[in-house]
Nanobody
Framework: QLHLVESGGGLVQPGGSLRLSCTVSGFTLNYGAIGWFRRAPGKEREGVSCITSGGDSTNYADSVKGRFTISRDNAKNTVYLQMNSLKPEDTAVYYC???????????????????WGQGTQVTVSS
């Protein structure tokens, strides 16, 4: 069973940047992709980005392409989400989650992910 902890959320002005971290512990030997999801008040959960276990394949939602960058440091068991040019509509609770098996590509669909963190709040407001 994996344990995921998000950090790095906070309040930022429009146009600003934040970097979220997702630290993974537990039986980490064979877990697969890590994905970032978000849920805004009154909205459905949205897949934001994912990265494969080797870090060689990524995927992004159209709403964040060109602004967000996902990366991972396997030595630290940590996945990062660099968020630039933030907009008020990026305001949400951000969650990271893990896929239980290793694949060559990743898809940001929540049904594939079986271990979830508790979330970190990101608020974009002036």
């Amino acid at each position: 069973q994996l344990h995921l902890v998000e950090s790095g959320g906070g309040l930022v002005q429009p146009g600003g940047s934040l970097r979220l971290s997702c630290t993974v512990s537990g039986f980490t030997l064979n877990y697969g992709a890590i994905g970032w999801f978000r849920r805004a008040p009154g909205k459905e959960r949205e897949g934001v980005s994912c990265i494969t276990s080797g870090g060689d394949s990524t995927n992004y939602a159209d709403s964040v392409k060109g602004r967000f960058t996902i990366s991972r440091d396997n030595a630290k068991n940590t996945v990062y989400l660099q968020m630039n040019s933030l907009k008020p509509e990026d305001t949400a609770v951000y969650y990271c989650a893990a896929v239980p098996t290793i694949r060559a590509m990743c898809i940001v669909h929540h049904v594939l992910y079986d271990s979830w963190g508790q979330g970190t709040q990101v608020t974009v407001s002036s």
